[in-house]
Every structure is written in C-alpha cells, then in structure tokens.
C-alpha cells in the first residue's frame, strides 16, 4: 500500500472539521490554498450563499465534492416531520446535482420518540430510502448511507455497522451499485468484529462511495464533539485504509473531525496544516 | 410472556445500582429488606469484609449471588500488569466461590496502551480467558464474558457484541457451555442488528448466564455514568427479555444502573423502590 505521502490531492476537507466558523466561501478557498484535492461541505453552508454559487465556485478552485452532507432524518416521531424531511432531501439532492457532489451522505435519523422504537425506526429508514433513491435515481445522484457508531443509535442514526448497511442497500436496489452505497468513517465502524469481512462485502458489491477518517481518543469527554485528530487516538488508520484498498476503493480520504474543544478553537490554517501532516504521515 | 409483577424474587440487584455509598452488609440488608431475590456484589466491596463474612451473611439473607463483578482486564500494556491482573482474577474466583456466585463476570478491557492495538487487545484477551478458564474449571465457577457496548472498546472492552462473545466461547471451551458462557446487558446489546439471531444462538449453546437490565437516556450525559431507569428511555424491555426467555433463559433479572447525577444521589431504599416498581410494571 502506498503511503499518502506527496498525495493531499487525494485528500479531501469536511469542512464540520474547521467547525463551520466562516462562510463557506472562505473556507473553500482555505482547503484550496491548503493543497487538498477534495472537500465535502454541508448543507446549511451550500444553501446560505445557494449552490449554484458555491457549484461555480468549486469548479474554479478545481476541488472534487466527495459528498454532500447530509440527509435529513428519515426516522422521525410524526408524519408531518416525516414528510418536511424528505422535502428537504429531494431538495437537497438538486443542489448535491448543482455543486457535483459525488454522492449525497444519509445520516439516518435515531430511535428516539419513534413508534415501535428501534425496530419502527429502522422500518421507517428502509421507507425513506427507497422513497429517495427513487428521486435519487432520476438526478443520477448517488445516495451513501453512513452508518454511525451505535452509540448513536437513540439521538441519530439506527443503521450501525457497514453489515446492516450493505443490507438496506441489497434490499431496495438490488442491481443499481453505483446509485446506493456507503460511506465508511473510522469513527463509527472501527471497533467492529466484522470489520475485515465486511469491508470487502461492501467492495465486492461495489457499494464503496466515501472513506472518513478522524481517529477515536482515550477518555472521550463528549459522545459527540470529542474526534480526535489522525493519530491521536487508537484507531490503526493504515490498516483499515489497507482493507479499503483491498476492497477496490480508489477515491478519496476525507478528514471529518467534531472537536468543540480542541481542534475548533484553533486558527483554521492551522488545523488544515495539522490534517495534512498527519494524512501523510499516520494514515 | 409471563409479567415479573409479584415475582421479585426473580429479581437481583447489582450493588453498583446503589452508587456503592455504604458497606457491603448494610446494602445486602437493604436489598434482602425490599424482597429482591438476589444480589450482585462488586470486588472491592467483598473484598472489604472478607469473603468469609460475605458468604455467610448471603446465605443467612438467602439471596442468590446472580454475578461476582467482575475481572480485572485481560488486556494490558505490559506483562507485569497482565500478570497481576490474571492474579487478582484467580483469587476473585476463590472469593466467588465463597460467596456462591452463579459466575465470575468477565469485562475484557480496552485497546488503550495495548501492543497492535484492537488487535492485540484482542489476541490478549482470547489468551487471558483461555488460562483463567482452566482455574476456573478446577472451581467450577462458570465464566460469563460480558460483551460491552462498542463505545467502551478503547478503555474497557474489545468483546463488542453477543456474536463476538460467542465465539470466543466457542473457541476456548468448545464442550463446556455451562462453564464459559455470557452475561448479556440490555445497555450493551440494544442497539445491534444482530440482536435476535444472536440471542437465540447464544441460547441454543446453552451459554447464556446473566441478564442485566437497565435503560438507554436519549441525550446521554456520560458515556459510562448515564444510565437510565428502566422505563426512561428507549430500550424495549419486554421485547429484550422476550427474547432472552424464547432463548431458554429462566436466571434472574439483574438491575444494573450507574447513574452518578441522577440515582446516585438518591436515597438507596426509594431507589430500590423504584426499580421493584419497573421491573414488575416496563421490563
């Protein structure tokens, strides 16, 4: 396996890892100016300044759009909040179209006050799903479930390991890989058993459509705002990209850090100075 | 599915639940008082009056001792803490026996620190079980391999789910299910998709030794010291302990909250009156 050494164009910025403290385009052009091939921005930022701006922008800075973050909940406690969500995500699948998103990232949706719990939202994920892929389908935009660690399951995602995603995929587009897929982050799928097995599951289907990397720290303080940096933790970042390129993956490794109190306090050049080290030299 | 109202003395009452706020023989006294049918007792609290003194008072309160809790780590930095560990673990399983304990509960340990991480911590981890299984036997006091939620994997366990668990049951005394076996917590296990099909295999290997309840808090405040009543939060109780008994489970109920903020700080009599309340009426 080739180190990433020499490489950062093969890298891509979630800009949730600069903590959205700037417009997005500042912060385009900081991961531009940076050397990074590729960037995943998230909605709210895409829609303030409308994604045909923040489309013309990113073809002129000549960075590649590895995702477009992320769904709106398809798991929700009544139908009216049901339906508004999936309004919002038809909407945002034209502008994932207009800013050449690769794919657009779901992120579930959790068990809490939905019917029947854990097994009604579950039901209601593999709904909306093939409510969107439908949509999802006409555009030509890939939709990349996320599966999240589970200790989200309750608050915001109840699809937890790479298996159960794959799973979903297999169900609602049997014969379509590329339109239906995964996005795999070392966050939430590092501690799994099946790891091994279910990374090349997933390659072998061709489901493969994102890889993010942060790393898990000792003594976490917070469930959700405590990523740590690329090898500041536990997580064997070389090993897992190892299964990922073994699986067939080729695109890009993007960085997607949550961090209120360590890295979102730092100037962002100097966050995006720190990515870039420890890409070439951890991951 | 029988309901559990007029049957507490299925019940038990794992001392951690308590908040570990007073000597081992006035909680017994307490636990006996509210018409538990049984205790689990931690270590440092047995180890604090002498097993000797334990066992009697157990006995003279006739409750049944669901668990001894529980192992040091099998996963350690370096060999002269794995070895203390394993010795500890050794002269836990004397004190187990002493008190008559159904098992001596296994919690793991993390990758933290570990040599090859995940991996290794694993590797240890199939190892320590394998030579304290051996002690154990001369004994006969069962093992129950707890398998905690995959957020502990850095600093408490890289045995993540039932599945995981099994195997290595399976692997390390593949005849003697009685004797290796698991305690499954509703905190832990909840959210796998693999729920059903694991419990029913671990049933059928006649391996199931334990089952803890208490509930997921949406918004969790703390990732070890932030469980809820049963009843608060999300978990399917009826559901899980359906479950547990299709799969030929008929031990005890244990109730096993850590809850620093919340019933920590309430006197132990209304806490136990709670949790008698919630095992006969949501679990």
Redesign the interface.
């Known amino acids: 396996m080739n180190s990433l050494e020499g490489r950062l164009q093969r890298c891509a910025i979630n800009t949730a890892t600069l903590g959205h403290r700037e417009p997005l385009g500042t912060t385009l052009d900081r991961i531009a100016r940076a050397g990074f091939g590729g960037v995943a921005p998230w909605r709210h930022e895409v829609e303030a300044v409308g994604a045909t701006a923040a489309g013309r922008q990113l073809r002129a800075l000549g960075l590649t759009v590895t995702g477009y973050c992320r769904s709106a909940y398809f798991a929700a406690p009544d139908e009216a909040e049901r339906k508004a969500n999936m309004n919002a995500n038809i909407q945002a699948l034209n502008d994932a179209t207009e800013i050449g998103a690769q794919c657009f990232v779901l992120v579930v949706g959790g068990?809490?006050?939905v019917k029947n719990?854990?097994?009604g939202a579950?039901a209601q994920v593999q709904d909306g799903i093939g409510e969107l892929y439908i949509e999802a389908r006409k555009l030509g935009m890939p939709l990349a479930i996320e599966p999240l660690?589970?200790?989200y399951?309750?608050?915001r995602s109840?699809v937890?390991?790479i298996?159960?995603a794959l799973?979903l995929c297999e169900s609602i587009a049997p014969d379509d890989n590329p339109m239906l897929g995964l996005a795999i982050d070392v966050y939430h799928c590092?501690?799994?058993?099946d790891l091994v097995s279910s990374i090349a599951q997933a390659g072998q289907a061709g489901r493969i459509l994102g890889y993010h990397v942060c790393d898990?720290?000792?003594?976490?303080r917070h469930?959700l705002m405590d990523r740590g940096m690329m090898g500041d933790?536990?997580?064997?970042l070389q090993?897992f990209r190892g299964l990922m390129e073994q699986a067939g993956y080729t695109g890009m490794v993007e960085v997607e850090i949550f961090s209120a109190e360590q890295w979102w306090k730092l100037p962002q050049d100097k966050v995006l100075s720190v990515c870039a080290e420890r890409l070439q030299s951890v991951c």
Do not use: I, K
């Not at 590092?190 to 058993?193: A, E, I, L, S, T």
């Not at 933790?233 to 064997?236: E, K, L, Q, T, W």
């Open positions: 068990a809490r006050g719990g854990l097994a579950r660690h589970p200790m399951a309750t608050d109840v937890n390991t298996r159960q799973a590092w501690w799994d058993p898990w720290l000792p003594d976490t469930m933790g536990v997580v064997d090993g």
